[in-house]
């Protein structure tokens, strides 16, 4: 069972699209960024993709 939301944001109350979006993604962030993290145990890249991956990694975290 999936807990109820304490609110939901639609457009029918005045909210854009883009703002519904922003929620959605900030929602979605802490997620993001712990299977960011663990794919960067996986990936196998060239060294340019680590220095992206760990920049994006530090400024999710406020360290940048």
């Known amino acids: 069972m999936h807990p109820s939301p304490i609110f939901e944001l639609s ?17 979605a962030a802490p997620e993001l960024l712990a299977m960011l993290r663990e794919a960067r145990l996986f990936v196998q890249a060239q060294d340019h993709v680590f220095e992206r991956i760990d920049a994006i990694i530090a400024k999710a975290e406020g360290r940048s």
């Not at 109350?13 to 929602?27: M, P, Q, T, W």
Request: net charge negative; glycine share 6%; no cysteine.
């Open 11 to 27: 457009p029918l109350v005045g909210f854009s699209d883009e703002i519904v979006a922003n929620a959605r993604l900030i929602a």
